[in-house]
């Protein structure tokens, strides 16, 4: 465990939950889809009492249907009640390079969304999925013409996206406004 004096752009991937037996293991819950994909990634961060804490995992494996660590430098079980609650995050860097054409849901958060006709739909205010497919989320424009304040647009590459410009900080749809 050492402690970070700068902290950079990060993604919580999980948090801490209670301890588990006395040699300093705790349950763990997972934000990733695989359960077991949180131990992916190396160090963990974990805010504490306003300091930024890196954390290596020691052992872990999976206990049911959830996981237990045990972190270096956690030897008892009141050390490992201190962590209880506590998010668990890693640096954006820690994240694996996509191929082109490929986006992390996070860098999608925040473009202008646009009509391939040009009309300006909004902003990407979130991303959930459905099911069927994923969802964009948008917050409308204030002086929206359709009165809308938020769209739900089905994030459907080239059927209802069309292009995601980066550059731009843009996504176009083949959407209606009024829908």
């Known amino acids: 465990m050492s402690r970070l004096s700068n902290a950079s752009e990060s993604l919580i991937v ?7 037996g006395v ?10 889809d695989d359960i077991t994909g ?3 990634y190396a160090p963990w961060y974990v805010e504490q009492a306003g300091e930024v804490v890196e954390f290596q ?3 872990w494996r999976t206990h049911g249907k959830s996981v237990v660590a045990k972190m270096v430098g956690v030897e008892s079980r009141d050390e ?35 009509t391939d006709k040009g009309y300006d739909l909004g902003t990407v205010k979130e991303l959930f999925e459905t099911g069927a497919n994923d969802v964009l989320l948008v917050q ?3 002086n929206d013409a359709f009165g809308q304040k938020e769209r739900m ?14 550059q731009a900080n843009t996504i176009e749809v083949d959407w209606d406004p009024g829908f």
């Open 38 to 40: 949180i131990f992916d």
């Open 140 to 142: 409308a424009n204030h």
């Open 80 to 114: 490992a009640d201190s962590l209880k609650n506590l998010s668990i995050s890693i640096r954006s860097s820690q994240l694996p390079a996509l191929a082109d054409g490929d986006f992390y849901w996070r860098d999608l958060i925040g473009m202008k969304v646009v």
């Open 153 to 166: 647009v089905p994030y459907l590459l080239e059927q209802v996206v069309k292009s995601v410009d980066r």
């Open 57 to 59: 995992v020691e052992q």
């Open 14 to 20: 999980g948090q801490f939950g209670a301890p588990y």
């Open 23 to 32: 040699k300093g293991w705790v349950k763990v819950t997972t934000y990733t």
